[in-house]
């Protein structure tokens, strides 16, 4: 086993913590940032502390927020009338950069797994029933991915938009956009062919 | 292009400055700490400021050292009378956790490399031929890796060393353990087979 000083092997622990790095890779950013880029790691450290201090939840859609007004909720968006619902943060970013899409969101942070023990009330669902009920929303746009857990969770929140009388919409799912068909799994066919619009 | 909060763009930025980490993992790392382990963040604020402060370099063999005494320049290393010499601190990491080797050190902190601009001189030889002028060294062990530039620097350190009377060695290089002849390359069999021993 390696055997670092302790304010080394600290640093390396934590760098460990990041999703996707190990100890080689952790070793190497330590090193790196000691050796190389001291100026990175003061900078990393100060952008640290100030995102933990400055950035918070909205309230209201529960993306990051770092400023009294959410930029996801201002009165334009809102005055659309659409509510997306993604299950993180990271899905609302790649709908922000990716589609022209400029309504508001709802980040679920998460999703419905029973077996996890994740229900309806650790998703905090009740904070989108009372959005939805406020009767701005005209129509929820539920962007969960397609999987096992994410369709039932967009099955719970399909009932709930129809409980709040909103119409509801779900995401189209089929061939990518340069996907060939021979190179496409089955399931996602069986959805782009039950999901066929007419030409 | 995303469009983040000032916060958050400029911790997204900070951890893209880290080696191998490009912006999709990098908004990954940072989503990742700021929603689900805040006190990892925290820690890794404090370990980076930690280590920028009490990090620093020996004097002696230029590896990372944080104490008043360096671990690897101990009178106990120092008593076997040999120096390794290597290219970066994740080498002496390397051989001190995969071989038993327990003498002394040098770090280059890089390798001869003209074409850069990078000398005897930027390296910090002259540290070096101190060290060896000092009398206590009887071996040094050239552990460059075998590149072409490593090659040339092992070069020059051991004219260094016979100046200083001192005697060099250079670590084998051949075919790795548990690797297959039929699939190892020719310039590794080329030194493989000049560096053979009696069997």
Redo the contacts between chains.
């Keep these: ?8 092997s ?2 390396i ?3 460990r ?4 790095v190990g100890p080689k ?1 952790a ?9 190389r ?2 100026a ?13 201090g ?2 918070g939840r909205c309230k209201t859609c529960r993306m ?4 009294e007004a959410c ?1 996801y909720c201002t009165p334009a968006r809102r005055a659309g009338g659409q509510l997306c619902v993604v299950e ?3 899905d609302l ?1 790649a709908l ?2 990716g589609t022209s899409y400029r309504g508001r969101y709802f980040v679920l ?1 998460g999703r419905l797994s029973p077996l996890d023990g994740i229900g309806p009330a650790e998703l905090g669902l009740s904070v989108l029933q009372e959005v939805l009920l406020e009767g701005d929303v005209q129509e929820m746009i539920v962007a969960t991915n397609p999987t096992v857990e994410g369709e039932a969770t967009a099955y719970y929140l399909a009932e709930m938009a129809k409980a709040a009388k909103v119409k509801v919409s779900r995401i189209a799912h089929g061939v990518p956009m340069g996907g060939e068909l021979e190179y496409v799994d089955g399931g996602t066919l069986t959805h782009a062919l039950s999901g066929r619009t007419p030409a």
Excluded: V, W
Excluded at 64 to 67: G, K, P, Y
């Design positions: 086993m390696n055997n670092y000083s302790p304010r080394l600290r640093l622990e934590a760098l913590k990041l999703p996707g890779s070793q190497r950013m330590a090193f790196h940032l000691l050796d880029d001291r990175a790691a003061e900078k990393l450290a100060a952008a640290l502390g100030d995102a933990l400055g950035i990051f927020c770092e400023d930029r993180t943060p990271a970013m922000e950069a942070m």
